[in-house]
């Protein structure tokens, strides 16, 4: 199983010390600008201690106190333990350090979903959505979870041109998610969502993402004309 003491250097390796980032929402608490230390910020403070940080608080915040954050609201709400491969389970969690675990998880379940698996995108990591994760070959599911999060990356940028600063440092840190096993190039792909890594393979991230947003804006205009 997945050990999040294995799991967080590769999270807390992207998070630098203190920056109070006006364009960064978790900066703030209660309206308040604070900041954030080694990754941990005054939105997670709160939701870990119950309480806003002040300045010193924040700037206080030792390496451990940065894991023990992690593990608290991230990793153990997230069921990471509970993933066999470590891989797998890095990339998850880093989703939901960056996005929340509610986000993530729905992120997740919606590749999951897409290769073929049963779920309903709840944000609730339970037996079902452990199963799959544990079930589906592990390199073809990362390289379809980072797919869609370059792909998440690049819709808040694109919603929000603030944002769009952060894009190439996320994407930065999404390509230190690599699978470190065998890559999905060299396994022969029998899942029944294969066909979407087929196309990874062939065409590169770009011009899936491409088709991607496409997909997204003609579902989203169905809506709005509904």
Known sequence: MADPRIAFPKTARFEGLFQNDKADNANYCNGQLIGTMRGVSAVAYKQAFGRCPTVAQIKAITAEDAFQVFKKLFWDPMRCSEIQDQDVANLVVDWGWGSGPITAIKKVQLVLIALGHPLVAD???????LQALNQHPAAELHQA???????HFRAIAAANPAKGKFLRGWLTRLASFYYSA???ATRQLKTPGAGVLVLVLVLGVAAVLALVFRAQLLASLHTLAA
């Open 145 to 151: 979870l980072y797919v869609a999060r370059e792909a």
């Open 182 to 184: 065998k890559t999905v």
């Open 123 to 129: 944000g609730k990591i339970g037996t079902r959505t």
